[in-house]
């Protein structure tokens, strides 16, 4: 795992705005302070790998990860991407199983380490908390659910459309309509769910289809309408 050694103080961060901890009283965010881990990680360091034992959560304070499971052909499968405000990590620590994920930095990240006997004892003593761990929950069953009706019944086109406005919706564009995270071409297969080849001819495709520009790992939507429409996304 790489990891520099700077070290920040939970104080300074403002847990409170997190979604997840709006509903923790004063001394549970107290507890959560002095609890709470917090180092920086470069590029490519694994956070946790799948089949591991985790025995905390991580709060994504800055920078972005990917969140992928391992194929029998070691080829990976992209599942979501953690960003700031995320909560990772969390559903081995309430189901007391291994890890089903492997969580890897694509970002330079800011991470803090919730142990998960502090975070058991908020979900045991605050409804509110445990009501949003809860929703958290189903909201990431929901897109699992989501993606397996897509593979099955979306076209690789019309998966890699609608991965593109997935993309736009969890980062945002910049003022040039430029997406807000660079991934390889290999990553977004990983995502879509197909080989590397199909996704760069499909790129290329929807380049000369005028629906995006291309920048290096930079991709700019051009037509969004026409990208929704492809991607069969209802809006």
């Known amino acids: 795992m790489k990891k520099s050694q700077e070290i920040v103080s939970p104080e300074t961060i403002g847990l409170r705005s997190f979604e997840i901890f709006k509903g923790l009283t004063d001394a549970e965010l107290e507890s959560l ?29 800055e920078g972005i990860l990917k969140i992928y499971k391992t194929g029998f052909d070691g080829k990976e499968q992209i599942i979501r991407f953690a960003k700031e405000g995320d909560l990772i990590g969390f559903r081995s620590i309430v189901s007391e199983e291994l890890a089903c994920t492997t969580a890897k930095v694509i970002q330079d990240a800011l991470l803090c380490y919730l142990p998960g006997d502090v975070m058991t004892n908020f979900i045991k003593g605050n409804p509110e908390f445990a009501m949003a761990l809860m929703r958290l929950t189903c909201r990431e069953l929901g897109e699992s659910n989501k993606f397996l009706t897509d593979i099955a019944q979306k076209t690789v086109r019309e998966r890699l ?22 991934l390889t071409r290999e990553e977004l297969a990983n995502m879509v769910g197909t080989a590397t080849e199909s996704v760069i001819r499909l790129l290329s495709e929807f380049k000369s289809d005028k629906l995006i520009e291309l920048n290096g790992r930079k991709i700019k939507l051009l037509n969004i309408p026409k990208l929704i429409k492809i991607g069969n996304v209802y809006v």
């Open 33 to 61: 302070n002095q609890n709470l881990v917090c180092n920086s990680y470069k590029r490519g360091s694994i956070i946790y790998n799948e089949g591991s034992r985790i025995n905390g959560s991580y709060v994504v304070v």
């Open 161 to 182: 459309a609608e991965v593109l406005l997935l993309l736009m919706d969890t980062f945002d564009l910049d003022e040039d309509h430029t997406l807000q995270i660079s």
